[in-house]
């Protein structure tokens, strides 16, 4: 994890010498990337600025890189796993450094553009070629590290987050609202797409994955180098399947072995679920890890939270149980810091728990900068199979075309009524693909092609920034693309065997595990029977303090125009009643948007500039011992779910005062404004506990202070509580 900006003159004149005071902005905006180390380069028609986050060599790997002969210079984001290899196969060449990146200078110089075709990591980097006049930009073939540029006629500006693009003062600041409000991942459409993921903001672009963009300062003319393309399944083995999962189980292993490549604590998110599990049964037989695990309502639910526990007990290793309780509602300035640290509407619940579990994790490791997940096999072995069909492979594969049929007729929507018109359609597939452009008959390459997109639309991209947050580097070792490889050449007729529920990953690493956890289905991380509470912590926020976030959204100029203020606000009523419904993402992604673009126009202060709540850990030495505990924490319904012990605070905005000139009233102050009325006479418990809190003493010390029992002030507590208005924190004897 390490954070690239820059700029590139594309007429063929030097950069003006002011360039460095927006290299040091652009550097400042990421610095979160990169805490350890800060460099700037201006060189002719080209400015570079690198922020450091130190994972190898820490002491000599510092960027930018140069070539031997000076020709080449060098910032890159990520990994490049097998560097040590890479330098074998390059007689004659010394590296300089022990920076894993610094292999791909070598490389550049011995085999040109075609660099990158032998390279395993994870990668966005920027490589000035002074002797040619070119500045290559690049990613690695899953997205996995970000990179955004901007054109303006005479420059590129680039950077590794849209922020450090508004650093520049000629870079526009605004909302692609029909982009966003079309792309289907936003919208939640039920269709396949292989469109160029959208950066959400106008004027901005992704540099492609598993691409090179070379850019000539002399004119700006841009050539791209595509080195990788998702492998098209359908392949003609004969292997059995023993043998495809021996194989699949020997990349696995290798991959995970050099994703533990550092020279800094490494640690693991663990979900309970058969993919990061199996990464932390491949880095047990070598190291012993620190997992992570949310515990929450929808984990205790869904059994997640348990399996991670067993799991980590049956490995040898430390699990931490990181709590998000009800009450741990984020404040509207939390959850604008979080989303301009994501930079995407697609920031919900799981991108809440990320997050927090990076900040608890960083906290309580101090040392450890990197983490394994789970992320990207669900994708390509057939993690949603069971639930998209709701049961075998047929099952799958119907709802696979049928989602392929809607993109079709998304280029022949004069053909589309004859699918209206009945269940059961006249016209056969044949009519919508004579062009050739789609594929109905098999339609599992446009499934992973979409999920190719998925990836860096939504799953790289928040795995990345919720972990930049904290500097920590998330490494993902299904994303390793020998495996992708492997998995595409699985015949047609053995995809149920070995792809229905992700069977080919349960037999490759069957014996590293106890069997419950090897056959353990998929579970939703928040969806599902436990939704309600992730929910209703997102509807508590968007409500609190008179609908803030809800009013400041909407006061933005694109949501004027493209969202109905009053449908936005009924909804969210209609929420408070009925949080489980799923109409909370959608309304939370609009919201989004319209805060994300108020947010563009006044920019915020940089990340590392934040402060954060860091998440407490709920020990749990032996689970069943534990079980009756933790279901009375989570039973009661959401915001009822009250531990006496913890302790009463006040929220920071909140202010308590006297009027005696309304008969001896009280008034809740929200930053400074009247938002409650007390009454003396109607609330005289509920305003005694008011009055005793301190932010010191627990809720029991409080209601034994003032002779009042939970039950008496249970309804405005939960009131409050769901308001932000009062939090409860750590127990009273950790709190002193």
């Known amino acids: 994890m390490c954070g690239l900006a820059g700029v590139i003159s594309t007429s063929g004149t030097a950069l003006p010498p002011e360039t460095r005071g927006t290299l040091l902005k652009m550097a400042a905006a990421i610095a979160h990337r990169g805490p350890d180390d800060e460099q700037l380069l201006l060189d002719g028609p080209v400015g570079l600025a690198f922020r450091r986050l130190s994972v190898i060599d820490p002491a000599g790997g510092a960027q930018p890189l140069t070539s031997p002969d000076g020709s080449l210079v060098l910032i890159a984001n990520g990994e490049i796993y097998n560097h040590r290899e890479l330098l074998a196969g390059l007689p004659g060449v010394r590296p300089r450094t022990g920076s894993d990146c610094e292999v791909l200078l070598h490389l550049y110089q ?12 994870m990668f966005a980097f920027a490589l000035w070629d002074r002797t040619r006049g070119t500045l290559l930009l690049g990613r690695d073939r899953f997205g996995i590290k970000p990179l955004y540029l901007h054109r303006d006629g005479t420059r590129i500006v680039f950077g590794s987050e849209v922020k450090a693009l508004f650093s520049d ?6 909302i692609d609202w029909a982009a966003a409000l079309a792309d289907p991942m936003l919208s939640a459409t039920p269709t396949l797409s ?3 993921p959208t950066s959400w903001f106008q004027g901005i672009e992704q540099v492609p994955a598993g691409t090179v963009l070379e850019i000539e300062s002399a004119n700006g003319r841009t050539r791209t180098h595509r080195y990788w393309q998702l492998p098209i399944p359908g392949g003609d083995s004969d292997a059995s399947d023993d043998e495809f999962a021996a194989a699949y189980r020997e990349l696995l292993a290798s991959s995970v072995a ?4 550092a020279d800094a604590e490494v640690g693991l998110f663990l979900s309970g679920g058969i993919d990061s599990v199996a990464v932390a049964a491949l880095a047990a037989r070598t190291a012993s890890l620190q997992t992570f695990t949310v515990l929450s309502g929808s984990t205790l639910i869904n059994g997640d939270a348990e399996h991670a526990h067993r799991a980590a007990a049956s490995l040898g290793l430390t699990n931490h149980q990181v709590l998000f309780g009800t009450q741990d509602i984020p404040t509207a300035e939390e959850w604008k810091q979080l989303l301009w640290l994501l930079e995407t509407p697609l920031c919900g619940p799981e991108q809440f728990y990320k997050a927090g579990l990076h900040r608890y994790a960083r906290a309580a490791r101090p040392d450890l900068k990197v983490v394994l997940v789970g992320q990207g096999s669900d994708e390509f072995n057939g993690g949603y199979s069971v639930g998209l069909g709701g049961g075998d492979w047929v099952d799958h594969e119907e709802s696979l075309r049928q989602m ?3 993109r079709a007729l998304i280029d022949r929507p004069e053909l589309a009524a004859w699918w209206e018109h009945s269940d059961l359609p006249l016209l056969s597939d044949r009519a919508l693909t004579a062009d050739g452009r789609h594929a109905l008959d098999d339609p599992y390459a446009a499934y992973t092609s979409s999920k190719y997109r998925d990836l860096q639309q939504y799953n790289c991209w928040h795995e990345d920034r919720t972990a930049s947050g904290s500097g920590i580097e998330t490494r993902v070792p299904f994303l390793d693309h020998r495996l992708v490889d492997l998995l595409a050449t699985i015949p047609r007729h053995r995809r149920p065997a070995l792809l229905l529920d992700k069977r080919i990953l349960r037999l490759a690493v069957a014996d590293l595990m106890d069997p419950v956890l090897a056959a353990r289905p998929k579970v939703p991380f928040f969806y599902g029977e436990g939704r309600r509470h992730a929910f209703t912590t997102m509807v508590s926020m968007l409500a609190q303090n008179g ?7 909407l006061a933005a100029p694109g949501a004027r125009t493209y969202i109905s203020a009053d449908a936005a606000r009924a909804t969210l009523r209609r929420l408070e009643a009925d949080s489980e419904s799923a109409h909370v993402d ?5 919201v989004n948007l319209g805060l994300l673009e108020t947010m563009t126009t006044d920019l915020p202060a940089p990340p590392a500039q934040h402060s954060h709540t860091v998440p407490t850990a709920l020990p749990v030495e032996d689970w069943d011992a534990s079980a009756d505990q933790l279901a009375a924490r989570f039973s009661a319904a959401p915001g009822t779910d009250i531990d006496p012990d913890l302790v009463l605070a006040l929220a920071p905005e909140v202010l308590l005062a ?19 009325l007390v009454d003396p006479q109607e609330s005289a418990s509920w305003l005694a506990v008011l009055r005793a809190v301190d932010g010191v003493r627990s809720l029991k010390e409080i209601l034994a202070a003032v002779d009042c029992a939970l039950e008496d002030v249970q309804e405005p507590l939960d009131e409050a509580l769901l308001a932000g208005l009062v939090q409860l924190g750590e127990p009273a004897d950790v709190a002193r």
Request: charged residues 30%.
């Open 404 to 406: 392929a049929r809607r």
């Open 169 to 174: 003062p000629r870079t526009p600041r605004g």
């Open 258 to 261: 050099e994703h533990m490549t």
């Open 194 to 196: 292989d469109a160029p």
């Open 110 to 121: 011995a085999r040109g553009l075609d660099f990158l075709a032998e390279v395993r990591g």
């Open 547 to 553: 609908d803030a976030l809800l009013e400041e959204a």
């Open 586 to 590: 959608f309304l939370l992604r609009l």
């Open 658 to 676: 006297h009027a005696p000139a309304l008969d001896g009233g009280w008034l809740i102050l929200v930053d400074g404004t009247i938002e409650y």
